[in-house]
């Protein structure tokens, strides 16, 4: 595709359940980031991979956050028995690689826990 | 997380109005970059900022890099519906990760034909 994409766009999850959420990234960028983006927020970053090594996890909020581009391309976010404070759009973003500043958004997983 | 300020938090304002924005950081910035977003969409970008000081146009779109390298604003001229959205403001923290975005809060843009 022209674009990024994410997977799903909407996602309900019961509190405790563990949730996967998919990012195809274009084709050939090789930075992925994930951000967070609470309701009336800026996005805030989460996780930053080059091809498939993941160089910043500073952003996780907890070790229940997990993220994984096990072949440099496609990325997914696993948050395990999640909490209603983990509501919220999570966004992926490519770039063609570190050396640029345009990041490419994808239309983000609205994601919430009951 | 770090945030910057940015405000003002929301706007509306009638369509030809121009429209000012601006965000400050008590942490010196070496990228500025300016970003709308829509409903059910993320972010995209519409003017990067590398150099304190550097002015930069896109169409009606007009932002600064500021000397301090602490704050930057974006401008809208001659607004029109379309320009509905929210506006975020992001930068990279002088010698910070090379990945990490740090963005504002955003400020919403309200305009009525």
């Known amino acids: 595709g022209a674009g990024v994409s994410q997977s799903p766009r909407y996602k309900v999850a019961k509190r405790g359940q563990d949730v996967a959420l998919r990012c195809d990234p274009i084709?050939?960028?090789?930075?992925l980031f994930w951000y967070q983006q609470a309701l009336g927020q800026g996005p805030e970053f989460l996780t930053y991979?080059?091809?498939?090594?993941?160089?910043?996890k500073s952003g996780l909020p907890s070790d229940r956050f997990f993220a994984e581009r096990p072949e440099g391309s496609v990325s997914t976010l696993k948050i395990q028995r999640t909490q209603q404070e983990d509501s919220a759009v999570y966004l992926c973003?490519?770039?063609?690689?570190?050396?640029?500043?345009?990041?490419?958004f994808g239309p983000g997983t609205r994601l919430t826990v009951l | 997380g770090q945030q910057l300020n940015q405000s003002p938090q929301s706007m509306f304002i009638q369509e030809g109005e121009d429209v000012s924005m601006n965000c400050t950081s008590s942490?010196?910035?070496?990228?500025w970059l300016w970003y709308k977003q829509e409903p059910g969409e993320g972010p995209v970008l519409l003017i990067a900022?590398?150099?304190?000081?550097e002015l930069t146009s896109n169409g009606r779109l007009t932002a600064q890099f500021g000397i301090t390298r602490k704050d930057s604003f974006l401008n809208i001229s001659a607004s029109i519906p379309s320009d509905v959205g929210i506006y975020f403001c992001?930068?990279?923290?002088?010698?910070?990760?090379?990945?990490?975005?740090?963005f504002g809060k955003g400020t919403k843009l309200s305009v009525k034909p």
């Open positions: 942490s010196i910035f070496n990228t």
């Open positions: 991979f080059q091809n498939e090594a993941q160089l910043d």
């Open positions: 992001a930068g990279r923290v002088y010698g910070g990760s090379q990945g990490n975005l740090i």
């Open positions: 973003a490519s770039q063609t690689g570190p050396s640029t500043d345009t990041q490419y």
């Open positions: 900022l590398y150099k304190a000081g």
């Open positions: 084709s050939g960028h090789v930075s």
